[in-house]
């Protein structure tokens, strides 16, 4: 996948777990789980928004794009 998720780093760096992200965001543990471990297909910016303000970050704090090399995979 090109778009890397850095949750879990943030969540290090402010010294808050998995849980307590949860319930200040209003997200599932499920729903931030597949999130964090990179299988998410979309995410709402209202919910981008929500775990920014809670973490005290800016969406690339979160988010990383990387190229993906086609001729590697052959």
């Given at each position: 996948?090109?778009?890397?998720?850095?949750i879990d780093?943030?969540?290090?760096?402010?010294?808050?777990?998995?849980?307590?992200?949860?319930?200040?965001?209003?997200?599932?543990?499920?729903?931030?789980?597949?999130?964090?471990?990179?299988?998410?297909?979309?995410?709402r910016l209202?919910?981008?928004?929500?775990?920014?303000?809670?973490?005290?970050?800016?969406?690339?704090?979160?988010?990383?794009?990387?190229?993906?090399?086609?001729?590697?995979?052959?």
């Amino acid at each position: 996948m090109a778009i890397i998720i850095h949750i879990d780093v943030m969540l290090a760096k402010r010294k808050m777990s998995v849980t307590e992200l949860s319930e200040k965001v209003g997200i599932t543990m499920a729903n931030l789980s597949i999130l964090k471990n990179g299988k998410a297909k979309a995410i709402r910016l209202s919910t981008l928004e929500a775990v920014c303000r809670v973490l005290e970050c800016q969406p690339g704090d979160i988010l990383e794009y990387r190229f993906e090399d086609d001729t590697q995979e052959e």
